[in-house]
T-cell receptor, first 113, second 112 residues
Framework: DVKVTQSSRYLVKRTGEKVFLECVQD?????MFWYRQDPGLGLRLIYF???????EKGDIPEGYSVSREKKERFSLILESASTNQTSMYLC????????????FGPGTRLTVL | GDSVTQMEGPVTLSEEAFLTINCTYT??????LFWYVQYPGEGLQLLLK?????DKGSNKGFEATYRKETTSFHLEKGSVQVSDSAVYFC???????????FGKGTKLSVIP
């Protein structure tokens, strides 16, 4: 079974803190993705990576950065957390070919106070 | 750009009722189409997919047919169960793209 794990299910941080969300997949997938999920807005892509050290901006990259130093790990970084970044964050991975499905982790619910 | 529009929820049905969740899309070329399901407290799981026009995806009693002429991919199930209560997302991947574009999701509640 494909497994995508995320470092925390719930996280509470204060405004201005630097926040790291970690995602690990065990299927040797080339592609990895970070989404945020908000009620009434669905899922929106923040960043994705199609190879180690490669990254592409998604639809809402502002206020976020990413790191992919190893194939299995993709980190989302909030340089200075703000209250409007309170959300559910979902990581996903897939094989390179565009028709392949994405496999999702369980999500991290981040609250910024 | 690409977009997906799905029916607003929430949808409440009695057990064994017929389910339809409408999904239409806007995309250039020939996208691949997906339905994902999110059960309470979990991440998204792929429910079914179709990669070309007139393909029918099916899984766990759910079906959806890729209709290029109406740019639609409606989700149907003949008889829903309480265990089908979840949020359903329609999504597309543009031709040659890695990126999925999601609809806003439709919450389904099935009552006994």
């Amino acid at each position: 079974d494909v497994k995508v794990t995320q470092s925390s299910r719930y996280l509470v941080k204060r405004t201005g803190e630097k926040v790291f969300l970690e995602c690990v997949q065990d299927m040797d997938h080339e592609n990895m993705f970070w989404y945020r999920q908000d009620p009434g807005l669905g899922l929106r892509l923040i960043y994705f990576s199609y190879d180690v050290k490669m990254k592409e901006k998604g639809d809402i990259p502002e206020g976020y950065s990413v790191s992919r130093e190893k194939k299995e790990r993709f980190s989302l970084i909030l340089e200075s957390a703000s209250t409007n970044q309170t959300s559910m964050y979902l990581c996903a991975s897939s094989y390179r070919a565009s028709y392949n499905e994405q496999f999702f982790g369980p999500g991290t619910r981040l609250t910024v106070l | 750009g690409d977009s997906v529009t799905q029916m607003e929820g929430p949808v409440t049905l009695s057990e064994e009722a017929f389910l339809t969740i409408n999904c239409t899309y806007t995309a250039t070329g020939y996208p691949s189409l997906f339905w994902y399901v999110q059960y309470p407290g979990e991440g998204l799981q792929l429910l079914l997919k179709a990669t070309k026009a007139d393909d029918k995806g099916s899984n766990k009693g759910f079906e959806a047919t890729y209709r290029k002429e109406t740019t639609s991919f409606h989700l149907e199930k003949g008889s829903v169960q309480v265990s089908d209560s979840a949020v359903y997302f329609c999504a597309l991947r543009g031709a040659g793209s890695y990126q999925l574009t999601f609809g806003k999701g439709t919450k389904l509640s099935v009552i006994p």
